[in-house]
């Protein structure tokens, strides 16, 4: 038995919540440690993210979709080791340093994940997890968005929405490796900041008229809000991606995306991630080789997350919040 497996308790501290609410709702709470199927791996987690998702499921914003049994669980995206191998996984050891994310489940919060080897990969060598978790749904997210979404090429022009937010800040870096100018709409304190990550113009969202920013080929909308005024930006031929919605106006948000596929000039993709083990593994590469920076804001002790919750809704954030989980 290796030193990492026999550490293994039969419980562990993991952050729950028993109703919706603000960000007091949440607490440390005890549950077992996941069983391990013979086709998962058990991944000691270090660091945690947090994520705009995870607030939406704090307040009962996505109810309809995670229902309403309590306690929830919180947290997508992970870096840690490797605790425990199940039977039929191969390619992966014990010890070995791994991000990743649970796709459509949450509890990533949690000092033990059992996932399937398909959403793991090996975690950049040369970042702390505290750093590495930083970048991981960003970045995942954005070479989605930007790459095979939009198809974004050399010298075409891209609008970030939200471009010092955890994913804004990844798709600034990314598409500047892909070539584009890249303009990018933040607050005003967070404006070198964003030009520090490469973006050839950084404007204050709340001082910017949007009828005056000219024409993009490539929108990417990390905010959710006004996203039909937002689509006018688009220059012939110009695509627009949406990573989120309106979630205070749902119904119509969802609405406005699906019109745009057969009302207007430029559709407006949607979608949500899921990344597997091949784009993980890319984007460990493109951090290794130093594409892609970390973006860590704050990185907030497992039983301060309430705090982490707050700082994420007050605005202003610099790249990621973190849970230092253990």
């Known amino acids: 038995m290796s030193e990492i497996t026999s550490e293994i308790t039969s419980e562990m501290n993991a952050v729950l919540f028993d109703r919706f609410g603000p960000p007091d ?92 080897p398909r959403r793991i990969a090996s975690a950049p060598e040369n970042l702390t997890p505290e750093e ?8 995942t997210t954005a070479v989605t968005a930007l790459r095979d979404k939009a198809g974004l090429q050399p010298g075409e022009r891209l609008l970030v929405r939200g471009g010092s937010g955890g994913v804004g800040s990844v798709a600034v870096q990314v598409g500047t490796l892909l070539g584009a100018h890249v303009t990018a709409l933040a607050g005003g304190r967070n404006l070198d900041f964003v030009r520090g990550l490469g973006a050839d113009d950084a404007l204050d969202h709340r ?18 809000t006004e996203q039909s005024r937002v689509r006018r930006l688009l220059a012939p031929g110009g695509r627009m991606v949406a990573v989120t919605v309106d ?4 119904l119509a948000g969802v609405a406005g995306v699906l019109a745009s596929a057969v009302h207007g000039r430029s559709r407006i993709r949607a979608f949500s991630g899921n990344p597997d083990r091949a784009l993980l593994s890319e984007v460990t590469r493109l951090v290794e080789r130093g594409d892609v920076v970390p973006v860590v804001d704050t990185v907030h002790p497992l039983d301060r997350v309430a705090d982490a919750h707050r700082a994420l809704e007050a605005g202003g954030v610099r790249g990621k919040h973190v849970v230092r989980v253990a």
């Open 207 to 224: 001082t910017t008229a949007l009828s005056g920013l000219g024409r993009f080929d490539v929108v990417l909308d990390t905010v959710g």
């Open 247 to 250: 979630f205070d106006r749902l």
């Open 132 to 139: 590495a978790v930083s970048l991981l749904a960003g970045a």
């Open 25 to 116: 709702v949440l607490y440390v709470g005890r549950r077992p440690v996941p069983a391990v199927t013979p086709g998962e791996v058990l991944v000691r987690v270090r660091a945690a993210g947090v994520n705009g998702g995870d607030l939406l499921d704090r307040t009962g914003k996505v109810r309809l979709v995670t229902g309403r049994a309590f306690p929830k669980a919180c947290g997508i995206d992970f870096a840690g080791e490797v605790a425990r191998v199940g039977s039929s996984v191969s390619g992966v050891r014990e010890g070995e340093r791994v991000w990743g994310l649970l796709g459509r489940s949450t509890g990533a919060m949690a000092e033990y994940v059992a996932v399937s």
